[in-house]
């Protein structure tokens, strides 16, 4: 599908940060809600939030809420959605950041799941609240410089 030339110049501003690209990286592992994002990348939320409606505005993601969360995921379909892949298939899989951000996210899930677990009456591991959740996303970015490509991320 091709794009016209405003459609992709408002695509590519909406991916034009880093910070943006690695929630689209993020996000093509599955949904996640606002909270997790702002752990997973160190920023805070009115921060995190302007870079998903950037995005979403662009057409790259969908918003949906359940309950009290929002929570994002890679647009299915349309130019956008179009976009989104062609630029994650583009970025390096081994760059240092983006391996880290995946290694964040992996065991986001599984605490996410040992959460889901325990709330339904599962296997009676305890369950993980958002101050241990920021402990431990802390602890594994303590004095630890965040950079994409190369570049610093502040």
Same mark, same amino acid.
């Given at each position: 599908?091709?794009?016209?030339?405003?459609?992709?110049?408002?695509?590519?501003?909406?991916?034009?940060?880093?910070?943006?690209? #690695? $929630?689209? /990286?993020?996000?093509?592992?599955? *949904?996640? +809600?606002? %909270?997790? !994002?702002?752990? &997973?990348?160190?920023?805070?939320?009115?921060?995190?939030?302007?870079?998903?409606?950037?995005?979403?505005?662009?057409g790259m993601?969908?918003?949906?809420?359940?309950?009290?969360?929002?929570?994002? #995921? $890679?647009? /299915?379909?349309?130019?956008?959605? *179009?976009? +989104?892949? %062609?630029? !994650?298939?583009? &970025?390096?899989?081994d760059d240092?950041?983006?391996?880290?951000?995946?290694?964040?996210?992996?065991?986001?899930?599984?605490?996410?799941?040992?959460?889901?677990?325990?709330?339904?009456?599962?296997?009676?591991?305890?369950?993980?609240?958002?101050?241990?959740?920021?402990?431990?996303?802390?602890?594994?970015?303590?004095?630890?410089?965040?950079?994409?490509?190369?570049?610093?991320?502040?």
């Amino acid at each position: 599908m091709s794009q016209s030339s405003d459609q992709l110049l408002h695509g590519l501003r909406g991916v034009a940060d880093a910070s943006r690209l #690695r $929630l689209l /990286a993020l996000l093509a592992q599955g *949904e996640f +809600a606002v %909270t997790e !994002l702002t752990e &997973l990348l160190g920023q805070s939320q009115p921060r995190v939030s302007r870079h998903l409606r950037l995005l979403t505005e662009a057409g790259m993601l969908q918003r949906f809420r359940e309950q009290h969360w929002v929570f994002y #995921r $890679l647009a /299915a379909e349309g130019e956008g959605a *179009e976009l +989104a892949r %062609t630029l !994650l298939g583009l &970025l390096d899989r081994d760059d240092p950041q983006l391996v880290a951000d995946r290694e964040r996210a992996s065991t986001l899930r599984a605490l996410r799941t040992t959460t889901d677990t325990q709330s339904s009456g599962g296997s009676g591991q305890s369950s993980v609240d958002g101050e241990e959740l920021a402990g431990t996303v802390g602890a594994e970015l303590a004095g630890k410089p965040l950079f994409y490509s190369g570049y610093p991320i502040t």
